[in-house]
């Protein structure tokens, strides 16, 4: 079935370095989103990207999707403490009414 | 502001327990999931509903059921509970029927469910 690959797992950073995570699927997908979960929180929707090499940016964040649309990834210019937490990527599942989420990449920043 | 709440923060039950977790949103939402976090695995997707008394299994229905009686409440079930059912249990919501993979998920504040 659908599967969306995450990397990394983890991320230490030091504060003000980039951070990158990626986002895999093994099928093309109509869209991607993004979602944050802050530690002992919930997830938050940060963006949808649909078109094929899409690129988005709110702030520090830069979205991106793939040109084959099998993968996206968000970066992070000079992260913030505020920048802690977990970032999700989400795909169609095998139903079109339903997201499936990736393993999600924990971020950690050190002041 | 959409709010999607949820019956309880924490819940301790004890193995072969009925446990019924409440999900209730205020927006007028079609679309209602139910998914269980677990580190390292992400979200995972047990069961949703995109009307009342519609349902649709997700990625790991088993051991779980669902009931929608009103638009606004979903439930989810665990008939007998097992310890490997101990996790978060997130609710989510969306507006529109038939667009939930391109519509926004609102997430409750979750369920740290633990079966003892």
């Known amino acids: 079935g659908q599967q969306v690959m995450q990397i990394p797992q983890y991320q230490h950073v030091q504060e003000g370095e980039d951070f990158t995570t990626y986002c895999n699927s093994s099928?093309?997908?109509?869209?991607i989103q993004w979602y944050k979960q802050r530690p002992g929180g919930h997830p938050v929707f940060l963006i949808q990207l649909v078109k094929s090499g899409e690129v988005k940016k709110q702030k520090r964040l830069t979205f991106q999707f793939g040109e084959a649309k099998k993968n996206s990834s968000l970066h992070i210019t000079a992260t913030q403490t505020t920048d802690v937490g977990t970032y999700f990527c989400a795909g169609p599942g095998n139903a079109g009414n339903m997201l499936t989420f990736g393993g999600g990449t924990r971020l950690m920043v050190k002041p | 502001d959409v709010k999607v709440t949820q019956s309880s923060r924490y819940l301790v039950k004890r193995t072969g327990e009925k446990v019924f977790l409440e999900c209730v949103q205020d927006?007028?939402?079609?679309?209602m999931f139910w998914y269980r976090q677990d580190p390292g695995l992400g979200l995972r997707l047990i069961y949703f509903?995109?009307?009342?008394?519609?349902?649709e299994k997700g990625d790991i229905p088993e051991g779980y059921s669902v009931s929608r009686e009103k638009k606004e409440r979903f439930s989810l079930i665990l008939e007998s509970a097992s310890t490997n059912q101990t996790s978060m249990y997130l609710c989510?919501?969306?507006?529109?029927?038939?667009?939930?993979?391109?519509?926004?998920?609102?997430f409750g504040p979750g369920t740290r469910l633990t079966v003892l």
């Open positions: 099928t093309t997908l109509s869209n």
């Open positions: 927006m007028d939402h079609e679309n």
């Open positions: 509903s995109y009307d009342v008394k519609m349902k």
């Open positions: 989510a919501s969306s507006f529109r029927r038939g667009a939930g993979a391109r519509d926004t998920q609102y």
